[in-house]
């Protein structure tokens, strides 16, 4: 059974930092491209970041470039996003997701087959 629980969101102000994780269990890290997705109230769920099943890419939506960085840590099977300069546009609920089919798409939430339950990121003004 495939689990995968998200940790580190919370209330920051804008212009700072947060680091999520997403410890897995049931598949491992290094097997699967791991992404993170975010959705807004009122807004469909959008494509975050993702690092490739090998760790030999990483893969950023444009709005968060230069301010955001996925990473893993494979002795304990987690995935990280460190996200600095927080603005906040960022406020959502961040979900972590494994794709196990390893799909040529990253970015596409379809191909994503295992979902955490999300944690609430609230940027304030």
């Known amino acids: 059974q495939v689990q995968l629980v998200e940790s580190g969101g919370g209330l920051v102000q804008a212009g700072g930092s947060l680091r999520l994780a997403c410890t897995a269990s049931g598949v491992t890290v290094g097997s699967a491209h791991m992404g993170w997705f975010r959705q807004a109230p009122g807004k469909e769920r959008e494509f975050v970041a993702a690092?490739?099943?090998?760790?030999?890419?990483?893969h950023y939506t444009d709005s968060v470039k230069g301010r955001f960085t996925i990473s893993r840590d494979g002795a304990k099977n987690t995935v990280y996003l460190q996200m600095d300069s927080l603005k906040p546009e960022d406020t959502a609920v961040y979900y972590c997701a494994a794709d196990t089919s390893r799909s040529w798409l990253m970015i596409d939430a379809a191909t994503y087959d295992y979902w955490g339950q999300g944690t609430q990121v609230t940027v304030s003004s």
């Open positions: 690092i490739r099943w090998s760790g030999a890419s990483t």
